[in-house]
């Protein structure tokens, strides 16, 4: 089994770190005001990779904190994932050439999979797909939006385009603290060939526990929160579970 990745959250709104609940907007808590010294924070605790997510970028759909990413770029060694707001090759590549290690297509994957995978193919390695679902169905214009297509299905059309990783949300346990919907999340990472990554609800160390647990060794990482950022989740206890294995 490939080592586990675990991911802290930052996501952005109006400058800010914040967490929202079930992707809604209006239900947003600001963390830190400083998501650079937040970021840095996540480095010396011992996480090995960032996960970014511009909020606002997502419903506007062009980069809307890239002042807050690139202060972040500036202040941490360990490699970036950024979602929100990509939709087109030259924000792709302007990402990429600032230093963030992979971009991460949500909305694009569902409206403009040809470009997906253009980006793909152009940059190996450093695209990710992110399918953020609602009852098995995935939302789009930062979760504004339901779409009729099956996460399985538009994770199929970039299996053979050089998608580096899925990152799989559901929507309907983000930000809940309810635990990760492992079931869904593994059953698509066998139903494609591609890494998954579990994001949406991880709210303690018995998820990390599952996540390590034989069933889910197809899966590539989690990504955490809320439960991080109130304290639910203790950071070293959990890299420790990790590396323990």
């Known amino acids: 089994m490939a080592s586990v990745i675990l991911f802290p959250a930052i996501d952005l709104k109006d400058?800010?770190?914040?967490?929202?609940e079930q992707g809604d907007m209006a239900r947003a808590t600001v963390f830190n005001?400083?998501?650079?010294?937040?970021a840095a924070e996540f480095e010396t605790l011992g996480f090995r990779y960032l996960h970014l997510v511009d909020l606002d970028g997502a419903f506007a759909g062009a980069?809307?904190?890239a002042a807050a990413v690139e202060?972040?770029?500036?202040?941490?060694?360990?490699?970036?994932q950024l979602g929100g707001g990509i939709r087109d090759l030259a924000t792709v590549e302007g990402w990429l050439?600032?230093?963030v290690t992979r971009v991460i297509l949500g909305t694009a994957a569902v409206r403009d999979p040809d470009f997906v995978k253009a980006a793909a193919?152009?940059?190996?390695g450093r695209v990710a797909v992110g399918l953020d679902a609602r009852d098995g169905r995935v939302a789009v214009e930062g979760w504004a939006e339901t779409s009729d297509l099956a996460a399985e299905d538009i994770a199929r059309r970039f299996e053979d385009a050089g998608v580096t990783a899925i990152i799989?949300?559901?929507i309907a346990r983000d930000g809940l603290m309810k635990g990760l919907n492992l079931d869904a999340t593994i059953a698509l990472a066998e139903a494609v060939a591609l890494p998954v990554i579990a994001s949406g609800g991880l709210a303690s160390l018995d998820d990390i526990e599952a996540l390590l647990e034989p069933r889910a060794e197809k899966l590539a990482g989690a990504i955490t929160g809320r439960a991080l950022y109130d304290g639910r989740l203790d950071a070293r206890a959990a890299l420790a579970l990790v590396?323990?294995?």
Do not use: C, F, M, W
Request: charged share 25%.
């Open 15 to 20: 400058g800010l770190a914040v967490r929202l």
């Open 33 to 38: 005001r400083d998501p650079a010294a937040q």
């Open 63 to 65: 980069p809307v904190n």
């Open 71 to 80: 202060r972040i770029l500036e202040t941490v060694s360990i490699p970036v």
């Open 97 to 99: 050439s600032k230093g």
């Open 121 to 124: 193919r152009a940059h190996p």
């Open 168 to 170: 799989y949300t559901d």
């Open 243 to 245: 590396a323990g294995r």
